[in-house]
T-cell receptor, first 115, second 110 residues
């Protein structure tokens, strides 16, 4: 079974530039998450989708971050304009949720460096 | 106060040692609990779920103490390959919002 796919794996940009990350979850997984993981910290939830609707985006810095999940499958996370403190790994995860919380499957992540 | 708190470590232990990590959570409505493992520069992967009655998987034992709002992970007979960061994950009742702790870093030394 194919896992969660993410791209690009690495991205280096200068501050104030924009960047977009793409995620394709495991087939059949209705719930999709974007996490930000700064070096030395645990993953921080940015946004959670259930199909193509947003369930939670309370920690998404909406002045610069945006995310969408069209057709309830692929998702894109965008940062515009980027700041130095956005340097992190952006992890996409998906789960098959039915009644109880199941295993969360992560992609390999997109490592962003903002100069 | 953070929703999920862990001692970041590192815990440096010799091979064969027994080591235990604790994780505390602040929301009493938390319902589901997990331990994830994250190797250096890799994505987190599920290690084990934590059940109210406690559960064991080989050398790993997880326990939940609802009264004191903490979960624990015990690793017996540590192997070099156990070196990783162990992330505590908590889900609040009625949601599928997975909240991660900072992680506890373990180094098993030869």
């Amino acid at each position: 079974e194919a896992g969660v796919a993410q791209s690009p794996r690495y991205k280096i940009i200068e501050k104030r530039q924009s960047v977009a990350f793409w995620c394709n979850p495991i087939s059949g997984h209705a719930t999709l998450y974007w996490y930000q993981q700064i070096l030395g910290q645990g993953p921080k939830l940015l946004i959670q989708f259930q199909n193509n609707g947003v369930v939670d985006d309370s920690q998404l810095p909406k002045d610069r971050f945006s995310a969408e999940r069209l057709k309830g499958v692929d998702s894109t996370l965008k940062i515009q304009p980027a700041k130095l403190e956005d340097s992190a790994v952006y992890l996409c995860a998906s789960s098959f949720t039915s009644g109880s919380a199941g295993e969360l499957f992560f992609g390999e992540g997109s490592r962003l460096t903002v100069l | 106060r953070k929703e999920v708190e862990q001692d970041p470590g590192p815990f440096n232990v010799p091979e064969g040692a027994t080591v235990a990590f604790n994780c505390t959570y602040s929301n009493s409505a938390s319902q589901s609990f997990f331990w994830y493992r994250q190797d250096c520069r890799k994505e987190p992967k599920l290690l084990m779920s934590v059940y109210s009655s406690g559960n064991e998987d080989g050398r790993f034992t997880a326990q939940l103490n609802r009264a004191s709002q903490y979960i624990s992970l015990l690793i017996r007979d540590s192997k070099l390959s156990d070196s990783a960061t162990y992330l505590c994950v908590v889900i609040t009742s009625g949601t599928y919002k997975y909240i991660f702790g900072t992680g506890t870093r373990l180094k098993v030394l030869a």
